[in-house]
């Protein structure tokens, strides 16, 4: 593919930088435009393709909107035409938008925006680079864990060199009541700037300092507040203010910006510890090699076509939570006030929590375990301040988006596993208060008297029914863990609540009121969004499946595994709707939507009801047509690497259908081999050996050590302990697939359209 050859002459010449390409250049694989661009009826993914490095504060790339919002969350866009300038920070693949601040543009005439084209345009992991059209300026953008770093070339040589400089530029300020409270620009040297925004939104009142250092003397400025402008002063405070720098004319002006969410002085002390002294050229190789490092404990091998999409997929799981600690160890803790960490800890933020506890953070204790501990710890000091776990916190405050507590299977996830490091006894504290203390969409008054959520008197109520259902499971392993045998007993009945929403004749779970009534009339195929209906983003076919507790009764319920299965079939085959669907839902195969996660683990459930064969065959399904190396590469929002996250798991052929139990259901691999790098220097190895060539996606049989697997379960502790895991695949299923009049529903063939769709 013409784009991989590029990908690959960029991290060539590396070479000669002085800085050598690693043996194992698997960043080389990255795509950063995969996700970034939807095509007609789908989306992209909400990915952006700037520069950061693994779990960076800094994310620096390019926005394509004056405004971004809902349809742009990351700022960029691939099919605008129109650069206007480069942020310092996003987020990534989220269904809303934040952050998107400091923003800086290179010009010659005082523009606020460029054309740009693709051909113009590259990037690699920890690199970008586009063309303005404009004014023929070329920018090249990388980073640091805290410093975006910049080099404008400037071709028209008969103008001056300027930047702009925007810290009114944010998300769309009509959404989530965001407001500029406060600003200030400042010129410190001949070279030298700083300054700070004090901004509210979707994250409340984010603090956000900078300092940054030319290359060359500035030798004229304009500030500006509201329609006033003032030249060649020091100091400008307000709330709209941007500013433009006049170098002369010159060939290149490189600019570091370090960011800080503390103060202007931990942003200079950023640049000073991280990127003094270096040159553009040495940071761009250091951050691509600080990429082949994160993406190297995954060494795959299988077709290009996949280890593209794998890779890049890998990629996106490791760019947020970020790093929300300065270079000294100091944080802005909730309350506002400056912590200091002990040495050798980081904190983080922007925890995506209902969408990233399913598969990114199962994910993270295998290939990221000291960062994991990081996170747990990060969570814990919000429970100091609040009196629960974040729920989504986006720089260091949450914002309450969503529903549940699912800090609390991460938390209790990386303490089963072993995570060293972890405070157990404040954890568990942490974990108890956050399902006991209510707060929003968590009445547990409520839940304690009712044993549901009754409609009338919390929204979202089957759906909050049972994913709290899902806490408090976890909440029991925990407690058992521990030999708290009464806590243990309070969370496992709770646990069992969601049995007080199931509908004895329909077999979905309904919603009902405070009196104990079903709420009629009941319409399983109709969607909710985030309140004012039963269901969160979904409906009641899709949520009747998330009982990840306690599967083998969800199958009782249902009637027994044939009865199950049947059920599954029409999940996956109808094409029945009802009214409209919810923005979120799409990824479509049957009534199943991979573009929205309540979906993620069901096609694993056939696996765990007596029928593997179907469970492979639409794993191998999902894969092969809703991921792909276009722009419109997923089929949904990635969240914060959670739509990534799946199909990293799903290519090495298995998943955490719970992702609190230490266990993975076997699937159907795509890799052909893998090693996994584990601490110690330990190494788990996946080999796959095929009958019936690429198209041999079904399992005969799969070996652990040498010894048949018996089951479909997989345990984390035995791939923690390293060895070999052994697939013997076929073309011919052994046992019941879904026939043929239900395939041509979703026929491998829609793969090829896909590809077609390549940007």
Not at 297 to 304: D, L
Not at 428 to 438: D, F, G, I, N, Q
Not at 444 to 453: A, L, P, S
Not at 501 to 517: I, V, W
Request: hydrophobic share 35%.
């Amino acid at each position: 593919m013409e784009i991989m050859k590029k990908q690959y002459l960029w991290a060539l010449a590396f070479c000669g930088l002085g800085h050598a390409v690693s043996a194992q250049d698997v960043a080389r694989y990255v795509d950063p435009f995969i996700g970034t661009g939807a095509v007609a009826q789908s989306l992209s993914g909400n990915n952006y393709p700037g520069a950061t490095v693994p779990f960076g504060m800094v994310q620096l790339s390019p926005d394509t909107r004056e405004a971004p919002d809902w349809g742009q969350a990351s700022g960029y866009d691939y099919n605008d035409k129109t650069i206007f300038g480069f942020s310092h920070t996003r987020l990534s693949g989220t269904g809303a938008s934040d952050f998107i601040d400091i923003l800086m543009l290179p010009m010659n005439e005082n523009r606020k925006e460029s054309r740009f084209t693709h051909e113009k345009e590259d990037a690699v992991p920890g690199y970008y680079r586009v063309l303005l059209q404009d004014d023929s300026i070329n920018a090249e953008l990388t980073a640091t864990q805290r410093v975006g770093v910049h080099r404008y070339t400037y071709y028209n040589k008969e103008k001056a060199s300027k930047v702009f400089l925007d810290l009114d530029h944010s998300a769309n300020k009509g959404s989530w009541g965001r407001r500029v409270i406060n600003a200030q620009i400042r010129q410190v040297g001949p070279s030298a700037i700083e300054g700070y925004r004090i901004i509210t939104g979707w994250g409340k009142l984010r603090k956000i300092y900078f300092y940054a250092e030319f290359s060359q003397p500035i030798v004229a400025s304009e500030m500006m507040n509201d329609n006033r402008t003032h030249r060649n002063i020091a100091v400008v405070n307000g709330t709209n203010l941007k500013a433009v720098f006049d170098f002369g004319r010159q060939d290149v002006v490189e600019c570091k910006l370090a960011i800080s969410p503390v103060s202007i002085e931990n942003a200079r002390l950023n640049l000073r510890t991280e990127a003094d002294g270096k040159s553009f050229d040495a940071i761009k190789s250091q951050a691509y090699e600080a990429w082949n490092k994160e993406l190297g404990k995954m060494q795959v091998e299988s077709g290009e076509h996949e280890k593209e999409i794998f890779y890049t997929a890998l990629y996106h799981t490791m760019i947020q939570p970020n790093v929300m600690s300065d270079a000294n160890g100091e944080y802005m803790a909730a309350d506002y006030s400056v912590r200091r960490l002990p040495v050798g800890q980081v904190h983080y933020s922007t925890f995506s929590l209902w969408d990233t506890f399913r598969a990114a953070h199962p994910l993270y204790t295998m290939l990221e375990p000291e960062r994991s501990t990081d996170f747990v710890n990060s969570m814990i000091r919000q429970y100091d301040y609040y009196g629960y776990l974040p729920i989504w916190q986006l720089w260091g405050q949450d914002n309450y988006c969503m529903i549940g507590n699912h800090a609390v299977p991460v938390v209790v996830d990386a303490i089963l596993k072993g995570l060293p490091g972890i405070d157990v006894d404040k954890a568990y504290e942490a974990v108890k208060m956050s399902l006991t203390t209510p707060h929003l969409n968590s009445p547990f008054e409520v839940w304690d008297q009712y044993g549901y959520m009754p409609e009338d008197l919390q929204t979202q109520s089957v759906s909050i029914t049972l994913e709290q259902s899902f806490d408090d499971w976890c909440a029991a392993q925990l407690a058992k863990h521990l030999n708290k045998a009464k806590d243990y007993e309070f969370f496992m009945k709770r646990s069992a609540y969601y049995r007080n929403l199931h509908h004895p004749e329909t077999k979905f779970f309904q919603p009902k009121n405070s009196k104990g009534e079903w709420i009629l009339p009941f319409d399983p195929y109709k969607y909710g969004a985030n309140g004012g209906y039963p269901f969160t983003e979904g409906n009641g076919w899709q949520y009747y499946w998330y009982v990840p507790q306690n599967i083998p009764d969800l199958i009782e319920l249902t009637g027994g595994e044939d009865a199950f299965c049947k059920r599954l079939d029409e999940f996956f085959t109808s094409d029945e709707t009802s009214g409209a669907k919810n923005d979120n839902a799409s990824g479509f195969v049957g009534l199943y939507a991979h573009g929205n996660e309540p979906s993620h683990h069901v096609a694993y459930l056939y696996a765990m009801a007596g029928q593997p064969a179907k469970t492979q065959q639409l794993v191998e399904h999902i894969k092969r047509t809703l991921y792909n190396t276009s722009s419109s590469g997923y089929a949904g929002n990635d969240d914060c690497g959670e739509m990534s996250a799946w199909y990293v798991f799903s290519a090495l052929g298995f998943y955490p259908v719970n992702p609190a139990s230490g266990e993975y259901v076997i699937g159907s691999p795509t890799v052909d081999h893998a090693e996994i790098m584990l601490p110690g220097g330990k190494k788990f190895t996946i080999v796959v050996k095929r009958k019936g060539g690429a198209g041999a996606a079904y399992v005969k049989s799969v070996k652990l050590n040498g010894h048949k697997l018996d089951g479909y379960v997989l345990k984390h502790a035995d791939i923690m302990k390293g060895g070999t895991l052994e697939f013997e695949m076929v073309a011919r299923p052994k046992g019941k697939v879904l026939n043929s009049s239900a395939r041509d529903r979703f026929h491998d063939d829609l793969h090829h359209v896909v590809l077609l769709l390549h940007r």
